[in-house]
């Protein structure tokens, strides 16, 4: 059974995830996470990726991505992983051994309203529900490190196309809502897009996200 397409069109906020092979650790020190943050904002400046927020775990990570044109994404991500298996490889002296990753990225199309929001929350806390840190701000290779204690975020992290909490801080230190958890976590599994009921219907149907092409002239990633 063939691979489903994946929606590749500009405009589009998407929820960028890729795992290690086995989930085995490919993030262990300083160096280990400045590398892939340096990677990444190489590959946004030859794309012009809006990056919107982004958080490195150990073994995976998560990026929110607004590309400007159709086929953007795919560039960004192709280039990203590919140069970041080449450097680990080179690095630690294992090329040729296998990948580094368990497979192609996964992404799903984000609602650009208030879904947003919840996504970037989400993104931005894994490092607390991890028990990784205490607030979001202490966990050094987030995009809530760059935006609530440094003042070089623009190099890593564009504005939202939806208007932030006023207090930012505060609102991203809060719990997640269970809902909210649920309905991501929902969209990650079954691989569908994350927003509101017909929202999700008309991109599930736009963009044949069954698994069948009914629009043509957008670019499906493959």
């Known amino acids: 059974m063939g691979r489903v397409a994946r929606v590749d069109i500009g405009n589009q906020v998407y929820h960028v995830i890729n795992r290690a092979v ?6 262990d020190s300083s160096a280990d996470y400045k590398l892939f943050i340096n990677l990444m ?32 994404l795919g560039v960004f991500m192709h ?20 990948p580094l990753y368990q497979g192609r990225y996964k992404s ?23 028990g990784l840190s205490q607030s979001v701000e202490e966990w050094l290779w ?11 975020a623009v190099k890593f ?16 230190n809060t719990p997640d809502r269970e809902d909210d958890l649920a309905q991501i976590r929902t969209s990650i599994k079954k691989n569908r897009p994350c927003g509101s009921v017909d929202w999700v219907s008309q991109m599930v149907d736009r963009f044949a996200l069954d698994g ?6 957008r670019p499906m990633s493959h």
Do not use: C
């Open 212 to 217: 069948t092409i009914r629009e043509r002239g």
């Open 108 to 130: 799903f199309l984000i609602e650009n309203d208030t879904h947003l929001l919840t996504v970037m929350k989400y993104i931005e806390r894994n490092p607390v529900r991890a």
């Open 157 to 172: 992290i564009d504005e939202s196309p939806v208007l932030l909490p006023h207090d930012y801080g505060g609102w991203v």
């Open 142 to 152: 987030g995009s809530a490190h760059h935006r609530l204690t440094t003042t070089d």
């Open 22 to 27: 086995g989930r085995f650790r490919i993030f």
């Open 41 to 72: 904002h190489e590959a946004r400046l030859m794309t012009d990726m809006r990056i919107l927020a982004f958080v490195i775990m150990p073994n995976h990570w998560h990026l929110l991505l607004y590309p400007h044109s159709d086929g953007d």
């Open 79 to 98: 280039w990203l992983t590919n140069a970041h298996t080449r450097r680990v490889h080179a690095q630690t002296k294992t090329v040729g051994t296998g």
